[in-house]
């Protein structure tokens, strides 16, 4: 365990590395974004100088390193706000988008795919599967926008977009349902296929065909033995879209104007704000690690031949 | 774990719990106040809502790169433009300025209160130009200040304004909100974060700024000092102002039509649906900027001013303002757009016409002929070009109309787009023919930066090296007298008509659309809106 906690820490440094040297390697200055185009060229100097993009940049990285090692992450370039403050501020709005969205997806994509898999070949497994095709192929501001017109221009049930608390109460819900099913539309439909396909393998299997030699009935063989070996795979792929979906909520973060994190990191990205890129970009690795760090301990607490020393 | 689905949920309920704590703090704030207010008013508090697409970047109008409209009602300057384009009193009572043009003096409102309770007077106006000049401000706005050296406070309601040299703009930047007067207790208590929690002396109060989700503003309630353009001198008729951040344009369509936000800007590609919509008025706003493509004048072919005379004859404006801009654009001729202090109309009227027969002798009295392609070629060398433009809409579909006029004249036309940090970066190293981009700003003295050879390393991005052009600059910023100063500017904008470093094609125009609740929306032609005579109308 402590080994795996351990082999993080040179993929967060070579994260930072990398943003760092993407970003610098990119033409323009990030301060002639920050003055307007009458700006004199003292004044570019200066700001330039005030926030110490005129030091060599093997300093700079130095110093950001030194600085992100103590804690302190640096300030936005562009509005001085701390960057810790700023992710800190944000992230939870991500963490509640990306939870809800999983279990929409959960809730929806396994129990669809049981159904697919039970009734192979027939008609519902059919409608499943062109179900998540559809869901897998629209691209998901596309299905924002369907819903946005229907729901919240035809109906008048929801509001377009924006967040709104306190936490669980109706109007929460509400803010909430449509970025949440936008964002977890895909990973259902993958989750759905997969729960297919694996089910169907485990049905395969010699355990099984020993169940049902027992005389046991069908819907336990089902559940108690085909489903649960069926999951394994799923809970990665579970995890692995959970860490995809903290770093890749931007779109919807976008229409649905949800105050989240990956919109901070984009528009720091079209800023050049560096501190801001960094730390967004460094939290999306920790979190994508510590994700499938924690998928693994389900792993082992689900199926017994897996241990971690 | 499968059998316990239950302690899954409740996990992820913790989970969104724990996440919850500091997201329920950061609206508490805003909820807190609003109910505040309810309790004290016996009716429910007016509130206007005004979409916006991106946070601002700070609120201290001196660390940010644009002011918007936010500042516009926190903050008062000491002099406002008006629809007439003349500069009318605000904070500022009075005027006078010294024969040498040197200094200006202001005699100042003695009635107005910062809204955190410090009074406005001549030591506010001192340290807030004091402020902006401190290199360790590092405003992206000093440069607005050109020429001024120091300010003088010369009795509690009086403040000189001494400069090096005369400096003509200073009344244009004084009117814009990064000259905004900021209120130094303020300043001094909060620091750095002065742009989190901004003190001015607007009709409107800072209240709360919910980062990526909204800003509230309060009435200011003992503002009775509005400019003359309100029939209403204060205090604001609407409680509150909620600035929501929907960064989607289509999202904020559908708001401005489900009624969650009653002022929203509408584009081009939802025009039809807002026209159909019985409940919101369309506004129409005309930048004080224009649209151009600019050649690079240091580089061969183009350093060749026949050549760009000739493709000048082949623009047509209007089928650019129709097919690139779905007809919201206003064709330009000359770089000072129409609705901008010190255009020349007799200018404009002399400017290149559409004429390809023109053109082709231009080109042909140049040295140029025509292929067996139809390229104009010149020493075996065929005519082509690539425009440079950004990747966001209007600009790559309106560099396609222009490369499809230009190419009817027998001339290659590519485009390659970038997005603004690579091509503004890219520039200044002459590596390029021509740029189709864009400016804005409310005084002539602007194409001291694109124009002066000064600047050739910045913002003359055409690399126009120029000695009459140098001197109409400079005699532009430093002639102080209205008539006199115009008369350069008429000069300029004929000498810059015969080099044609740019042609200018448009000047944007943007549609608002107002729920037909809210009524006494004004807006000038630098595209504020004018809010205290804002009021919801009778009957809504």
């Known amino acids: ?309 | 774990m499968f059998r316990r689905p239950l302690a899954l949920v409740t996990l992820l309920g913790l989970l969104l719990a724990a996440c919850g704590g500091s997201a329920a703090t950061t609206t508490a704030t805003k909820s807190g106040s609003a109910s505040g207010a309810t309790a004290a008013a016996s009716t429910a508090p007016k509130v206007l809502t005004i979409a916006y697409t991106d946070d601002p970047t700070s609120l201290d109008p001196q660390k940010t790169p644009s002011v918007g409209l936010v500042h516009s009602l926190i903050y008062d300057t000491l002099v406002v433009q008006g629809a007439d384009l003349q500069y009318h009193p605000d904070l500022a009572t009075s005027w006078t300025i010294a024969p040498d043009g040197k200094s200006i003096t202001f005699q100042l409102r003695k009635d107005v209160t910062f809204s955190d309770g410090t009074p406005f007077n001549a030591d506010a106006v001192k340290f807030t130009f004091d402020r902006l000049l401190d290199p360790k401000t590092a405003s992206p706005g000093k440069s607005f200040l050109g020429t001024l050296t120091s300010t003088t406070v010369v009795d509690p309601y009086t403040v000189r304004l001494d400069f090096s040299a005369p400096y003509a703009p200073i009344f244009n930047s004084l009117s814009t909100d990064f000259c905004a007067i900021i209120s130094p207790t303020a300043v001094q208590k909060e620091g750095d974060s002065f742009g989190q929690q901004p003190v001015g002396t607007g009709p409107f109060i800072f209240k709360n700024w919910a980062k990526g989700q909204s800003i509230t503003l309060e009435k200011n309630p003992n503002y009775k000092w509005g400019p003359y353009y309100y029939s209403n001198p204060g205090p604001a008729q609407y409680d509150q102002i909620v600035f929501k951040e929907l960064p989607e344009e289509n999202t904020r369509v559908l708001a401005l039509k489900s009624g969650e936000v009653q002022i929203s800007d509408v584009p081009a590609t939802s025009l039809s649906v807002i026209q159909s919509d019985p409940n919101i008025n369309l506004v129409k706003t005309q930048s004080q900027g224009v649209t151009y493509l600019g050649f690079n004048v240091s580089r061969a072919p183009w350093n060749d001013p026949k050549v760009r005379q000739a493709i000048a004859h082949l623009i047509q404006r209007d089928p650019i303002v129709q097919v690139g801009l779905g007809g919201l654009g206003v064709p330009q001729f000359t770089p000072i757009p129409t609705n901008v202090w010190g255009f020349d109309q007799s200018v404009a009227d002399q400017e290149y016409n559409y004429d390809p027969a023109a053109a082709k002798s231009i080109l042909e009295s140049d040295g140029y002929t025509p292929g067996s392609d139809g390229i104009m070629t010149k020493g075996g060398k065929p005519l082509s070009m690539e425009i440079l433009t950004y990747t966001t809409q209007p600009y790559p579909r309106v560099a396609q109309v222009v490369q499809n006029q230009i190419q009817a004249g027998g001339i290659q036309v590519t485009i390659k787009t970038l997005e603004a940090a690579s091509l503004l970066a890219l520039t200044p190293t002459g590596n390029f023919d021509s740029i189709l981009i864009a400016y804005g700003w409310s005084d002539p003295d602007i194409l001291y930066y694109f124009f002066d050879s000064a600047n050739l390393k910045t913002s003359n991005r055409v690399h126009l090296t120029d000695p009459s052009v140098d001197a109409l600059l400079l005699k532009g910023r430093t002639t102080v007298d209205p008539t006199a100063r115009a008369a350069v500017y008429k000069d300029l904008q004929q000498t810059i008509d015969q080099l044609a470093p740019w042609i200018p094609l448009y000047s944007i125009v943007s549609e608002t659309g107002i729920s037909k609740s809210v009524a006494g929306v004004q807006v000038l032609p630098s595209g504020t809106m004018l809010l205290l005579d804002a009021h919801p109308a009778s009957g809504s």
């Open chain 1, 1 to 309: 365990m402590g080994r795996r906690v351990a082999a993080a820490v040179p993929v967060l440094f070579a994260v930072s590395v990398l943003t760092f040297l993407m970003v610098h390697l990119a033409p323009g200055n990030p301060v002639t974004l920050m003055v307007p185009d009458y700006a004199s060229p003292e004044v570019v100097a200066q700001i330039t100088h005030h926030l110490g993009l005129d030091l060599p940049w093997p300093t700079q990285y130095w110093l950001y390193l030194v600085h992100a090692l103590h804690g302190d992450l640096g300030s936005s370039i562009r509005d001085g706000t701390p960057v810790l403050a700023e992710i800190a501020a944000r992230f939870p709005y991500t963490v509640q988008l990306t939870l809800v969205a999983l279990v929409v997806s959960v809730v929806i994509g396994i129990p669809l795919g049981v159904v697919a898999a039970v009734h192979r070949g027939r008609w519902l497994d059919l409608g499943a599967m062109f179900l998540s095709v559809v869901w897998v192929a629209a691209p998901s501001f596309y299905l924002a926008l369907l819903m946005q017109v229907y729901f919240s221009n035809d109906l008048s049930w929801l509001p377009v977009a924006g967040y709104a608390g306190p936490l669980f109460s109706l109007a929460w819900l509400k803010a909430i349902a449509m970025p949440s099913t936008s964002l977890g539309a895909r990973t259902a439909a993958i989750l759905a296929r997969l729960t297919r396909s694996s089910f169907l393998e485990a049905e395969q299997s010699d355990y099984v065909r020993t169940a049902h030699a027992k005389g046991l009935t069908r819907r336990v063989v089902q559940y108690k033995h085909v489903l649960k070996n069926a999951l394994i795979p799923v809970i990665t792929v579970v995890g692995l879209e959970l860490g995809g979906l903290l770093g890749g909520a931007f779109i919807t973060e976008t229409i649905f104007a949800w105050p989240g994190v990956g919109r901070l990191g984009v528009q720091a990205i079209f800023n050049r704000d560096l501190p801001v890129i960094q730390g967004t970009v460094l939290l999306t690795a920790v979190a994508f690690v510590g994700v499938n760090l924690l998928v693994d301990l389900a792993y082992a607490f689900s199926d017994p031949r897996v241990r971690y020393a």
